[in-house]
């Protein structure tokens, strides 16, 4: 009988020491499974990026213009939150909008944005106001035409 009792405690401890392992591989797996899945969370197109995400991939990108305009830690902060704001009225959502290479996972260009440096020093941002569309696409019209829509005259309906 105490040899059973004996056998029976070292189970016990074997046991701790399994589950433990077991979940300390567990952890490693559920670990690696969100590692890869952040990896490969900004491998989508833009428009498929989490909001979260795309605030982090603005952010990079303010980092890789800053030094072009010698931007300081407040400018760079004002940047981030006009990019929050503009993001947020929608104006970054499309992929027709936001040049996004998802090899680098980087921004490229965002279209319309413009930056520049005042000669007083102050740096000035924003988005250029969209073109007016011309006429191109619609049939010209000809000088007949516009005589045919004319109101008929008293002669006209005589003639008819």
Known sequence: MDIQRHNKTQ???NLE???QNVFMESDDKFKNFLEVGAREAYLRPWHRLERGLRLNRLRMFID???PEYNMTKDEKEQLYIFFQKSLD???LNTLKVV???Q???KIVTIKGFEIKRNNDGVLKYGFVAKKI???TTRKKKKIDDISTTQPKTKIDDKKE
């Open 11 to 13: 189970r016990k401890i």
């Open 17 to 19: 020491s399994n589950i």
């Open 64 to 66: 890789d213009i800053a």
């Open 89 to 91: 009225k929608k104006l």
């Open 99 to 101: 040049s996004y290479n």
């Open 103 to 105: 090899e680098t996972q």
């Open 133 to 135: 569309k011309t006429d």
